[in-house]
């Protein structure tokens, strides 16, 4: 029922600039923190930048000053501005909706989109 669709992944020279984007589908309502993940390959998911229906913003520290999120309650979007690419950025991009209700907290997650950063 509930889907996220990320878009705009794909491969970047270094020190170039890319925005992913999720729309979030389905039966849900109230997202009190939507944000972005990342996987690269032999490692565990990190975050990398999250934001709160109020606007509060939270970083991975290695990405702050490059990359900017930004969310749009009404249509439950939320993107990722990645400026100043790194290889070491390199990952499999994951958006992430999280309810917090008074009884359960929900995680909704994205199927990944793909960001190469290339020499």
């Known amino acids: 029922q509930v889907q996220l669709v990320e878009s705009g992944g794909g491969t970047v020279q270094v020190g170039g600039s890319l925005r992913v984007s999720c729309v979030v589908s389905?039966?849900?309502?109230?997202?009190?923190?939507m944000g972005w993940y990342r996987q690269a390959p032999g490692k565990q998911r990190e975050l990398v930048a999250t934001m709160t229906s109020g606007g509060t913003t939270n970083y991975q520290g290695s990405v702050k000053g490059r990359f900017t999120i930004s969310r749009d309650n009404a249509k439950n979007t939320v993107s990722l501005q990645m400026n100043s690419l790194k290889p070491e950025d390199t990952a499999v991009y994951y958006c992430?909706?999280?309810?917090?209700?008074?009884?359960?907290?929900?995680?909704?997650w994205g199927q990944g989109t793909q960001v190469t950063v290339v020499s």
């Open positions: 992430n909706a999280r309810v917090d209700t008074w009884s359960r907290l929900y995680d909704y």
């Open positions: 389905g039966s849900i309502f109230d997202i009190n923190v």
